[in-house]
């Protein structure tokens, strides 16, 4: 015997169950899943928010997504020139100009020899000085560039004219992404001459040297390696080139 | 019997997931959550009063449609006219949800206990007939 068969009858079981049907239906359609997460999280209280998309909103694969696809866009379009040039030697001309204007613009991935300069925070950092900032990163950067260095990327991200470097909470930003510590930072330039520049007395790293962990800073010389090719955003809104007269 | 619902619910779920009719996209979802709220509360109901004894298929059933709509429309409603009435709906639903569900549970555990009694009862009187068969 059923010990929960009742005396009651047990007429509401089926319109409940068809509802119930209904229901379920409805709770799916209401679901916050993957595909709705990042259309409905500023539509939601921000504590609600914070539990449900925390973690899940994966803004960092979908920059790398992005940013994959310009880099292969990019590529793409090099070779495009490159094949439109094999015709004439004007255009040959142009075109070396062109790829030349986009080394130098940090558009192209880059190879050659230079130094890895990795920053890390000190084990167990208490005070603020024992953890790398942004400000250490744009220095070492500028030294950098100030020492002769060609092509400059931290953590994978190359640096080019309009780099910025930012803290953001705790996390320093590489032209808005953020990047985690260790913050590699590669060059291309003369080894040597690199690596004076940041072991100078009194320079940028002695800085974060002197806070008392050396381990905080290691610089290695790399024969080869290659920096990618700039991944951000190029286009312009308020800038015009000024026309230059032809005579 | 309790678990023909819930089985429902599961399957409507199914069902939604392998038609791919969902997962609505932007504002519609909060306003589709308060109705899910309401629904739930109804369908909640509709069990408390199975159990009391007291359930009426229409009033259940247009109880369940209206209110879901309702929800929705006010949830919508509320938005529009810079009024946070989805948060209203979610509490008082929400409020309704549990107090139903304490009421069910209730049922059930009174339900429950009745059974083990009346079973304990049942296996004494055996046993004093039994007794008395054996006495005589």
């Known amino acids: 015997m059923n010990p929960f068969k009742s005396r009651i009858t047990e007429n509401w079981v089926m319109p409940v169950s068809a509802m119930g049907f209904v229901l379920g239906i409805l709770l799916h359609v209401t679901w916050i899943t993957q595909n709705t997460r990042s259309g409905r999280l500023n539509t939601l209280d921000p504590d609600m928010a914070k539990r449900i998309g925390s973690g899940s909103l994966d803004l960092l694969s979908e920059v790398q997504r992005v940013s994959q696809e310009v880099a292969k866009l990019r590529e793409e379009n090099t070779k495009l020139q490159n094949a439109m040039s094999n015709t004439t030697g004007q255009t040959k001309l142009l075109n070396e100009t062109l790829q030349e204007a986009k080394e130098f613009a940090g558009l192209t991935a880059l190879e050659g020899p230079g130094l890895r300069v990795t920053l890390r925070d000190a084990a167990g950092a208490e005070s603020g000085n024992q953890i790398i900032h942004d400000v250490d990163v744009l220095k070492v950067v500028n030294e950098l560039w100030a020492a002769g260095a060609e092509a400059i990327s931290v953590n994978g991200h190359r640096i080019v004219g309009k780099s910025s470097f930012r803290c953001v909470g705790p996390v320093i930003h590489v032209d808005n992404i953020p990047i985690a510590p260790p913050v590699v930072v590669r060059a291309i330039g003369d080894p040597g001459t690199l690596r004076g520049a940041l072991t100078l007395p009194l320079g940028v790293l002695a800085e974060i040297r002197s806070t008392g962990d050396p381990s905080m800073v290691a610089i290695d010389t790399v024969e080869q390696q290659v920096l990618p090719a700039y991944t951000g955003g190029t286009a312009r809104k308020y800038g015009k080139t000024v026309e230059v007269e032809t005579k | ?136």
């Open chain 2, 1 to 136: 019997m309790i678990l023909v619902p819930i089985i429902a619910v599961l399957a409507g779920f199914a069902l939604s997931a392998i038609l791919k009719l969902g997962p609505v996209t932007g504002t519609a979802g909060i306003y589709l959550g308060v109705a899910c709220l309401a629904g739930l509360d109804t369908m909640f109901g509709g069990i408390r009063s199975g159990m009391e004894g007291k359930f009426q298929n229409d009033v259940f059933i247009s109880g369940f449609i209206v209110n879901v709509l309702i929800a929705f429309s006010v949830a919508w409603m509320g938005d529009n006219i810079g009024q946070n009435l989805v948060l209203v709906a979610a509490l008082v639903f929400g409020m309704r949800i549990f107090s139903n569900l304490g009421v069910i549970r209730r049922f059930v555990v009174t339900k429950w206990h009745d059974e083990l009694v009346r079973r304990r009862e049942q296996a004494e009187k055996a046993a004093q007939t039994q007794n008395s068969q054996a006495n005589s």
